[in-house]
């Protein structure tokens, strides 16, 4: 019976295994190049996207008393409301996603490199994690292109993407 049981607990161990590995070799597909959009203008963004849904014109004042002109370009954007935010030198500093308001949503978090591959990001040398509080992952200096990503989740569910590409105007 002992030998029985000894034979079972090694199969069961040999199954585990093999799904561990078939699960980690899954590869992961981007989504969407977040990166072929860093700084960019208007332009740009309307000639690779179409027209926004809106667009938005403000004035920020940031946390280190900055005033900011910011403009943003509302979409749905491959299924998901994404704004495109551009500073005043008419460059995109930032785009928030809310895939949560996707029922399809393809976003998945698993781990924070697989869900770079998600947004189409290769990280670079120097990336920093800033918080990962399990409630949210917030990493700086992630690409050349990037300087930080910063999502907010419940659960497996991604609520809100920001990927910013140049973080001084929130500073």
């Known amino acids: ?16 295994t093999a799904c561990s590995e078939t699960t980690s070799n899954k590869s992961i597909k981007p989504i969407l ?13 309307k000639e690779k996207i179409g027209e926004p849904k809106s667009i938005d014109t403000w004035n920020y004042e940031s946390p280190s008393m900055v005033k900011h002109v910011l403009t943003a370009l509302e979409y749905d954007w491959i299924g998901y409301y994404s704004e495109f935010h551009f500073d005043d030198k008419d460059r ?5 996603i809310y895939p949560s308001d996707n029922k399809e949503s393809q976003f998945e ?11 189409g990001i290769t990280p670079g040398e120097n990336i920093t994690k800033v918080a990962d509080t399990g409630a ?8 050349e292109k990037v300087d930080e990503v910063w999502s907010l989740y419940d659960g497996n569910n991604i609520e809100t993407i920001k990927i910013s590409f140049d973080v001084r105007p929130f500073l």
């Open 1 to 16: 019976m002992r030998k029985l049981s000894v034979f079972f607990i090694a199969i069961c161990l040999l199954f585990l």
């Open 109 to 119: 978090k698993t781990s924070f490199e697989n869900y770079l591959k998600q947004l």
């Open 92 to 96: 995109l500093i930032r785009i928030n």
């Open 33 to 45: 190049n977040v990166e072929q959009f860093s700084l960019v203008n208007q332009a740009f963004v």
């Open 136 to 143: 949210a992952w917030r990493y700086q200096k992630v690409s």
